[in-house]
Every structure is written in C-alpha cells, then in structure tokens.
C-alpha cells in the first residue's frame, strides 16, 4: 500500500542563497510598485469618466487597493531587512512537498504526522531526515 506524507524542505543559509531571497524580495518590492502605478493611473482615468455621483465609490475602490499594495512594501521592506540579519548555516524551512512511503504488513507504522525533511545547500540535497517515533522500543 502507499500512503502520502508531507515533507518540509529546509534551505541552508549561505551567502548565494541569502542573495537569491533578497533579491527575491526586491523583485517583488518592484512588482508590487508598479501595480501601485498602474491602480493610481487607472484610479486618474477612472474619476475622469465617472460622474459626481460615482467618483466617491471609485476613490474607495482604488484606495483600498493601493493600500493593500502599500502595506505589502512594508512588509516586504521588512522581511528583506530581516533576511539581512540571518546568520550563515542556518536551516530556514522554504516550503513542503508531499512524498509515497510503501508499507506493507509487518512493516513499522511510520509516523505520518511528522514530515521528513530535505536539506538544501546551494542547491544540492546534503541531507534526508526521516521522521523516527519514539515508540518504537520494546517494552
């Protein structure tokens, strides 16, 4: 039988990779800069074509979502400033994927609500940490 469990992939910190999520992050201050541009552009064109009674509902509409996209600079500013922090060799978790464990009869019950881990160095797997129960000893 096959079962599927998740395993969580975990990334070394390393002067290339550091780089690469900051850079990362700046790519993505600069996106969510332009839609800022583009939202205020179409907010300009918009007001022009609605009459009096409509310009209000415009103006909140496009308001709320150049805030939004406001709000996601600092946050963003925010998290480039902390991957600046981060020490070297640090393991930082990047996401999971999911896995197909066989069992069969007689096999050990693996603990499908702990996820293995992949480790990540410069893009190299350096390591695969199964997931062990603790009740496995004998009694």
């Known amino acids: 039988m096959r079962l ?22 700046k790519e993505d201050w600069i996106q969510t800069k332009r839609e800022i541009e583009q939202l ?18 415009v103006h909140v509409r496009y308001n ?3 805030q ?8 963003i500013s925010f998290q480039i400033d902390q991957m600046q922090k981060l020490e070297m060799g640090i393991e930082i978790q990047e996401g999971k994927v ?4 066989d ?6 019950w693996p603990n499908i609500n702990q996820a ?19 009740d496995d000893r004998m009694v």
């Open 98 to 101: 999911d896995s197909i464990i």
């Open 4 to 25: 599927i469990r998740p395993v969580i992939v975990k990334h070394i910190v390393t002067e290339k990779k550091k780089s690469q999520i900051i850079q990362d992050f």
């Open 68 to 75: 939004s996209r406001e709000e996601k600079l600092k946050n």
């Open 40 to 57: 205020t552009f179409q907010l300009h064109k918009a007001l022009r074509n609605a009459n009096e009674c409509d310009q209000e509902k």
């Open 103 to 108: 069992v069969d009869i007689g096999d050990s």
């Open 116 to 134: 293995a881990e992949i480790i990540i160095k410069d893009g190299i797997i350096i390591e695969i940490r199964e997931s062990r129960n603790n």
């Open 64 to 66: 709320k979502d150049i």
